[in-house]
């Protein structure tokens, strides 16, 4: 069982930068990929990004895709996602989430769930 644990959400104005964290504990962090996902109110979650275990790999969602940038240090078991150039419509909870291998992880199957961060863009 992984436990995860994320940090770094707030609000932050249109075009502004955050940086998310997610800290992972439980299992050997290098032998599971690691995404994030985010659901904005109203709506389901969606798929935002995944790195693999060697943090070489990554893989976007269109949306975020130029702006977003996901990253890995295993030595410290966590991964992150710096946000650039944010936009009201980014506004939403944001998980970071295990899995088992990253294609399967892009299409929503999920091992671990963090509790999710909420990260507010204003206009």
């Known amino acids: 069982q992984v436990e995860l644990v994320e940090s770094g959400g707030g609000l932050v104005q249109a075009g502004g930068s955050l940086r998310l964290s997610c800290s992972a504990s439980?299992?050997?962090?290098?032998?599971?990929?690691m995404g994030w996902f985010r659901q904005a109110p109203g709506k389901e979650r969606e798929f935002v990004a995944v790195?693999?275990?060697?943090?070489?790999?990554?893989r976007y969602a269109d949306s975020v895709k130029g702006r977003f940038t996901i990253s890995r240090e295993n030595d410290a078991d966590t991964v992150h996602l710096r946000m650039n150039s944010l936009k009201p419509e980014d506004t939403a909870v944001y998980y970071c989430?295990?899995?088992?291998?990253?294609?399967?992880?892009?299409?929503?199957?999920?091992?671990?769930w963090g509790q999710g961060t909420q990260v507010t863009v204003a206009s």
């Open positions: 790195v693999d275990w060697s943090g070489r790999n990554t």
């Open positions: 439980g299992r050997t962090f290098t032998s599971y990929p």
């Open positions: 989430a295990s899995g088992v291998n990253s294609d399967s992880l892009s299409r929503g199957l999920v091992v671990s």
